[in-house]
């Protein structure tokens, strides 16, 4: 793992945008896989004020996500769809053909993952970008988690909805389920940058750098892939 420790939030933001346009330059089609949450937003303002100024172009991008929340439709101000057209897809040339993302106001549920498990054969990814949970999962993909895990529904664990409950009114707004990506589709990328800020990620960060490769924290299994870019702050970084 290549692991970069920057001063703030705000300056994880260029060094995964470099990564991002080394790929697209080598790459203009290339297939890149977005988390969402606060941890790349950074990110995903640098890409849309790169777009402005340096006309870097997306259109022939492919794009997945790694998630939705189950029951809540695109157009739902706290659906990842609507997360990701707000902060990023609107405001870039992306052709919106070229977005998958996983369904989750389908009545079946089941059948929606097995159609995102396809499409995600058929389209390696050059670049997963991830965030990581405060209990080291990546996506939605829980402690336990399966390592050869494709994309399924999940439970959120208690500590995911009391996290993500910051983005909500009330906790009791935060669907309970999702779905997610699993963790043998998220390695089953050329290469893969996580962001991670803040002291609250700090323990998921040395159990996913230092800790033993365990399904008890999804995120260790990036130690078994060869080419991952860690993009830190020094509160993220400070157990390493
Ligand atoms: C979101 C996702 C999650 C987040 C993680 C960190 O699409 O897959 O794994 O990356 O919960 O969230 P933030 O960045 O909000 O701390």
Redesign the pocket.
Known sequence: MRIVVVGSANDTAKVALDSIKETLKKKPNSVIC????????PLYNAMVEDYKKKKTSYKDVITF???EYKGLGSKHNQS?RYFMDVNLFNNIDINPDNINFPNGVLKDLKGECARYHKLLEENHRDIQI?????NG?????EPGTPFDSTTHVVSLSAS?IR??SR?FTSIKEVPKQAI?MGLSEIIDSDKIIL????I??AKAVRDCVKGPIDESCPASILQKHDNVLLILDKDAASLL
């Open positions: 977005f988390p969402t949450g606060s941890s790349p937003l996500n790694l998630d990842y991830l965030g990581i949970g405060s999962h990546i996506g939605f993909n995911t996290d993500n983005f997610t962001i991670a800020t803040g609250n990620k």
